[in-house]
Structure formats: C-alpha cells, structure tokens
C-alpha cells in the first residue's frame, strides 16, 4: 500500500528520523537509540516512511540501513512553492506598511 508522503512527514518522529538519516545511513538500532521508544515503534515509523519512498533500506549482510530518498522530498517542496508566492507578497505588503509608518514618524 502506497501511503500518502505527508502523512509520513505529520508526525514529529518519523520527520525527526528523517533528520538523522539525512546525512547518513542509519541501523534501526542506531536510529532507535536517539528515542525514548522501543525498537518496534521505530520499526513502525520506518516502514511508512519505506511506503512513501522517503526511506529506502540497503542491505549489508545481515545489517540493513536505512537512507533517506532527498529527491522524493522535491514532492514536499512543489506542494509548498505555491505557498511560497503568497508568503513572499504579504511579507512585501507588511514591508510597504511598516516603511510607511516609519516614514510618517520622520
């Protein structure tokens, strides 16, 4: 079952985990020492993120690492570039009213 990519990116553990393999590929031992849950609550965010395609495992023997997939996040970024335009605008506009202000003060 194919997940929704911002159902994986809503909970604050799984975006954590994402942090700390986005530099290097991480055991889930190593990424569940990083959390106050167990071992199987990390396992769990995993395999969503795996359903998204955030996460890819590679196997090295009997270890598996888990690494993040940097280009799936361009998703993330296209949904969030039409926001970017109308943020940019209003901070433009909140720019035009200070300067004014500022400039009646003068």
């Not at 194919?2 to 190593?30: H, W």
């Not at 949904?79 to 009646?104: H, P, S």
Request: glycine share 2%; with cysteine.
């Amino acid at each position: 079952m194919r997940r929704d990519i911002f159902q994986a990116i809503a909970d604050p553990s799984r975006r954590a985990i994402m942090l700390l393999i986005a530099v290097n590929s991480m055991t889930p031992n190593a990424i569940a020492e990083h959390f106050d849950t167990s071992r199987q609550a990390v396992s769990k965010h995993l395999r969503i993120l795996i359903e998204c395609d955030l996460v890819t495992q590679k196997h090295d023997g009997r270890e598996i690492h888990y690494q993040l997939q940097i280009d799936k996040m361009k998703e993330i970024d296209q949904w969030l570039e039409q926001f970017r335009g109308i943020w940019e605008n209003r901070f433009n506009q909140l720019d035009a009213v200070l300067t004014k202000l500022k400039n009646k003060k003068s």
